[in-house]
Nanobody, 126 residues
Framework: QVQLVESGGALVLTGDSLRLSCAAS????????VGWFRQPPGKEREFVAA???????YYSDSVKGRVTISRDNAKSTVYLQMNSLKPEDTAVYSC????????????????????WGQGTQVTVSS
């Protein structure tokens, strides 16, 4: 079992930056790929970014160039640095861990992830 706890969500202004954290406890964290997903108000959950167990990152087109995912296995934590935030980034952001994917390619399908955090709210005001 892996327990995930997100933090860092906040109410910010357009153009601001924010760093989300996903702290894991339980089984060896380094063997898992970790993904960030978000659910905007009234919409389906969507993929944001993921990092493979080898540290290779993958991003959705909607955030590419503005978002950086990274992991610190010593701290069992994955970070999501978000810059140039827009109102359309408003959502509940959740991290997830799973054993799927490869050393270099993390899953982007939420169904490939086994463990989920409770989510953290990000609101971007114009």
């Amino acid at each position: 079992q892996v327990q995930l706890v997100e933090s860092g969500g906040a109410l910010v202004l357009t153009g601001d930056s924010l760093r989300l954290s996903c702290a894991a406890s339980g089984r060896t964290f380094s063997v898992y790929a970790v993904g960030w997903f978000r659910q905007p108000p009234g919409k389906e959950r969507e993929f944001v970014a993921a990092i493979s167990r080898g540290g290779y990152a993958y991003y959705s087109d909607s955030v590419k160039g503005r978002v950086t995912i990274s992991r610190d296995n010593a701290k069992s934590t994955v970070y999501l640095q978000m810059n140039s935030l827009k109102p359309e980034d408003t959502a509940v952001y959740s991290c997830a861990a799973g054993a799927g994917g490869s050393y270099t390619n993390p899953p982007t399908d939420e169904n490939k992830y086994d463990y989920w955090g409770q989510g953290t709210q990000v609101t971007v005001s114009s």
